[in-house]
């Protein structure tokens, strides 16, 4: 069983920058890849980026490559999003989700847990 906590959501102009953070709990959690996805209102959850639970296997969404960056600190039981020239069209609400395999995946219903979420709004 792993819990998942993200925090650094908040309210940023266009053009700034955010950097989120999901913790996990549980002993395994760094045998578990994490997936970063944003949900928009009226919108199905997308895929933003995801790392493998070793880190050397990292993808993006085309959307946002070049501007977002995932890593983590398996030390720290820690899986960061760092998000820069951030646009209005990236509000919504960012989920981290974890999945205990060696891939990398980029569908939302392969991946067992969640997080509540953290709310990024960017203002024009």
């Known amino acids: 069983q792993v819990q998942l906590v993200e925090s650094g959501g908040g309210l940023v102009q266009a053009g700034g920058s955010l950097r989120l953070s999901c913790a996990g709990s549980?002993?395994?959690?760094?045998?578990?890849?994490v997936g970063w996805f944003h949900q928009a209102p009226g919108k199905e959850r997308e895929f933003v980026g995801a790392i493998s639970w070793s880190g050397n296997s990292i993808n993006y969404a085309e959307s946002v490559k070049g501007r977002v960056t995932v890593s983590r600190d398996n030390a720290k039981n820690t899986v960061y999003l760092q998000m820069n020239s951030l646009k209005p069209e990236d509000t919504a609400v960012y989920y981290c989700?974890?999945?205990?395999?060696?891939?990398?995946?980029?569908?939302?219903?392969?991946?067992?847990?969640w997080g509540q979420g953290t709310q990024v709004t960017v203002s024009s």
């Open positions: 549980g002993r395994t959690f760094s045998r578990y890849a």
């Open positions: 989700a974890a999945t205990r395999t060696y891939t990398v995946l980029s569908n939302p219903r392969e991946y067992d847990y």
